[in-house]
């Protein structure tokens, strides 16, 4: 019954490769996210998908390409991924945008691990 | 630039002790949420702040947002180790037009048995 799941938990690649990310939420929210964690533990926003709109892209290299088939799926790909690319990517989701009002916030995935070699 | 800095950035206490974590910025939130994350899990909500002044119990953990809406306190009052995480805060703020959503650096928290 896992509302945000994102798959996988872990992925080793190397330099160079394509790699993608899939998310999956069951709570039937409209917005989706990706978010970055990096090493210090700060999390930075990369992506937000509305109804399979996109409403936020932040500075974020091209070779990283998000993908919404419908509003309960978001997809990041990354092409030819580079050794500052290792982080922990979060899915997320959110009843409203922004995700501040009272009792309603983010719903994270528990995150994939992505380290390149 | 960071606008939302916390405080301390790590803290290790005894089980019992009370204890704060500080989060402040020089920007006006419109609302701020603290979250609590877990080894190899995402963060987790656990509470929102929205009026200036505004405190929030949640069992033995008691949330502030200041009278200015530009910082927020946590505060734990007998630590147990399930409380071991990291603790976030993160703000909306009005820029340029559009909303935008920070988080803040950090605070890991370890309480020992």
């Known amino acids: 019954d896992t509302a945000v799941s994102q798959t996988p938990k872990y992925l080793v690649t190397q330099m160079g490769n394509d790699k993608s990310i899939k998310c999956e939420q069951n709570l039937g929210h409209d917005t989706m996210y990706w978010y970055k964690q990096d090493s210090k533990k700060f999390l930075k926003i990369m992506f937000s998908y509305n109804n399979k709109e996109l409403i936020i892209n932040e500075t974020v290299p091209n070779r990283f390409s998000p993908k919404s088939p419908d509003k309960a799926h978001l997809n990041l790909h990354i092409n030819s991924l580079e050794l500052g690319d290792s982080a922990v990517y979060f899915c997320a989701s959110s009843q409203y945008f922004p995700p501040a009002q009272t009792d309603y916030g983010y719903t994270f995935g528990s995150g994939t691990r992505l380290t390149v070699v | 630039t960071q606008l939302l800095e916390q405080s301390p950035q790590f803290l290790s206490i005894q089980e019992g002790e009370n204890l704060t974590v500080y989060c402040n910025s020089s920007?006006?939130?419109?609302?701020l949420q603290w979250y609590r994350q877990e080894p190899g899990e995402g963060p987790v909500l656990l509470v929102t702040?929205?009026?200036?002044?505004e405190v929030k119990k949640l069992k033995r953990l008691t949330f502030q947002f200041g009278d200015a809406r530009k910082d927020s306190s946590l505060h734990i009052t007998a630590a147990q180790p399930g409380d071991t995480g990291l603790y976030l805060c993160a703000g909306v703020k009005l820029a340029s037009g559009t909303y935008k959503y920070i988080f803040g650096t950090g605070t890991r928290l370890k309480v020992l048995a």
């Open positions: 920007s006006v939130f419109s609302s």
């Open positions: 702040v929205v009026t200036g002044g």
